[in-house]
């Protein structure tokens, strides 16, 4: 049986490399923003510091930790062989830092008014991963609920 590969089927999925010191040194309950000084290109550590200040009613300080991590997450990408589009799988978990900075991101472009901000991130979100905005979404509608 031949198999015939699709050529319009897009890129391949973007898969980010994993930095296990820096994500040891979040997850063992290190400052956000000691691990963003000691791994600038971290964006997980970014995402955290962007929630950590739009849950304190900063959203001008989550916007500017958002942008951070989204443009460290962009330039990791584009290293990685992204071309400006294509899946950025949620289930990778080292794409998960760049997705939550692009989520907050727009979290806080929303609050501050700068709806066409918002509106280019939610679209970018979604059409990088499906799961990814989904989640954060669906994260977002819990605590408004609860």
Request: glycine residues 8%.
């Amino acid at each position: 049986m031949e198999t015939h590969e699709n050529l319009l089927a897009g890129p391949p999925p973007t898969l980010l490399p994993d930095n296990p010191e820096a994500r040891q040194m979040l997850e063992s309950g290190a400052r956000a923003a000691d691990v963003a000084a000691r791994f600038p290109a971290y964006s997980a550590a970014w995402a955290r510091l962007a929630d950590e200040y739009f849950a304190a009613g900063h959203a001008v300080t989550s916007y500017a930790f958002a942008r951070t991590g989204y443009h460290r997450g962009l330039d990791q990408l584009r290293r990685a062989g992204w071309k400006g589009h294509g899946p950025i799988p949620w289930e990778h978990e080292p794409n998960r830092g760049f997705l939550r900075c692009l989520y907050a991101l727009q979290r806080a472009a929303q609050a501050i008014g700068e709806m066409d901000e918002a509106v280019r991130c939610a679209q970018f979100l979604r059409d990088s991963s499906p799961t990814a905005a989904e989640i954060l979404n669906g994260k977002a509608s819990e605590k408004a609920e609860g």
